[in-house]
């Protein structure tokens, strides 16, 4: 598949991921219990209580809805706490991650060279993981709270068992299409970073030297002699002939060099 369509998917998935979590945040029914109503009477009245992370609310027949909003920030209580750090984390590096993406991307023309905008794409996808596992982390943590006061054995009389509501599962689909975006950002541009470090020279290195000095010094890689003595291949002497034509050095020779010196 082409590079740039799986990145424009990738984009269009982990946006869509953090509009869910996004809105998971501002949703009611993140707990709900029904009270009454059992057998399917109508002479009894139903009510709901329900909570989210800002407040605590009953609604009864009539649609008449009453809610205690949470105390001050460092009075809420610690899973609420945890829950609301986790979501707000994943939000502040899903944006950190969306940025980089869109300079990283193929189809965008901001970014610099190729190699800065793949860089950018990996780092964007790096943000846009982290942040969607900090996701499911609050949402697990709400779930977990909810789970141990349902399944418990010996609950106190008056204690409520909550269900989970939409939100926690509209979270935990955002949050996952937050990872699969970032898996298909990573795919396209990991073979582009990482391929310079498996490239394996089978037969050695080698050296460039100048035309000039290839005859006279040893290099590694090919090695191609002067022709000053004839040609290396092909030629049609041997090596003996060449012996003894250079040792062929007769005495005029040498005392006319030593008189010259």
Same mark, same amino acid.
């Given at each position: ?114 190699? &800065?905008?793949?860089? +950018?794409? /990996?780092? =964007?996808?790096? !943000?846009?993981?982290? #942040?969607? *596992?900090?996701?499911? @982390? ?27 509501? &939409?939100?926690?599962? +509209?979270? /935990?689909? =955002?949050?996952? !299409?937050?990872?699969? #975006?970032? *898996?298909?950002?990573? @795919? ?74």
């Amino acid at each position: 598949m082409n590079k740039r369509l799986i990145q424009v998917l990738g984009f269009l998935i982990s946006t869509l991921g953090w509009l869910f979590v996004l809105c998971t945040m501002a949703m009611d029914y993140w707990r709900i219990v029904q009270i009454g109503g059992q057998g399917g009477s109508f002479i009894i009245k139903v009510a709901w209580y329900w909570s989210n992370l800002w407040k605590d609310c009953f609604t009864d027949s009539t649609a008449v809805t009453n809610c205690r909003d949470f105390p001050v920030l460092w009075s809420v209580t610690v899973y609420v706490q945890g829950v609301r750090g986790l979501l707000m984390c994943g939000l502040t590096l899903g944006f950190f991650g969306a940025v980089f993406c869109f300079l990283g991307m193929e189809c965008t023309y901001i970014g610099g060279a190729d190699k &800065t905008k793949d860089k +950018l794409l /990996l780092a =964007g996808a790096v !943000f846009h993981f982290v #942040g969607g *596992v900090s996701d499911i @982390a609050g949402y697990c943590l709400y779930i977990n709270r909810i789970a141990r006061t349902t399944f418990a054995d010996n609950l106190q009389p008056g204690t409520l068992r909550y269900d989970i509501g &939409t939100p926690i599962f +509209l979270g /935990l689909v =955002g949050s996952f !299409f937050i990872l699969l #975006g970032a *898996v298909l950002y990573a @795919a396209t541009v990991y073979r582009v970073i990482f391929t310079e470090s498996q490239v394996t020279y089978a037969y050695g290195p080698r050296t460039y030297m100048a035309p000039g000095t290839r005859g006279r010094t040893l290099y590694t890689g090919y090695y191609r002699p002067s022709r000053q003595y004839g040609s290396y291949m092909g030629s049609g002497r041997s090596s003996s002939s060449k012996i003894s034509k250079l040792s062929q050095t007769t005495p005029e020779k040498m005392s006319q060099r030593d008189a010259f010196v």
